[in-house]
């Protein structure tokens, strides 16, 4: 079993900055990449960044390439999402996830994310 906690949401103004962590603990021998996805009210949940554990490969929605960030620190098997440049359209909750190698999904329990002035 794998758990996962994230924090560091909450509200900022557009064009703002927040970065959001994530830690995994438990059985994380089976993690092969971890990452995040959004859901806006009335939206399906969204893909937005991941990363395999394994070689620190990384992969972008079109929506957030070149304003988001996600990096990784294996030692405290964590990883975080830096949102720069941030829109109204940004707003959703967040969800970290840990993956197996078999495509299991572990799921953090959610932040919210508002971009308004």
């Known amino acids: 079993q794998v758990r996962v906690v994230e924090s560091g949401g909450g509200l900022v103004q557009p064009g703002g900055s927040l970065r959001l962590s994530c830690t995994a603990s438990?059985?994380?021998?089976?993690?092969?990449?971890m990452g995040w996805y959004r859901q806006a009210p009335g939206k399906e949940r969204e893909l937005v960044a991941s990363?395999?554990?394994?070689?620190?490969?990384?992969n972008y929605a079109d929506s957030v390439k070149g304003r988001f960030t996600i990096f990784r620190d294996n030692g405290q098997n964590t990883v975080y999402l830096q949102m720069n440049s941030l829109k109204p359209e940004d707003t959703a909750v967040y969800y970290c996830?840990?993956?197996?190698?078999?495509?299991?999904?572990?799921w953090g329990q959610g932040t919210q994310v508002t971009v308004s002035s």
């Open positions: 996830y840990a993956g197996t190698k078999l495509d299991n999904k572990y």
């Open positions: 438990g059985s994380i021998f089976r993690i092969n990449d």
């Open positions: 990363i395999r554990t394994a070689g620190g490969s990384t």
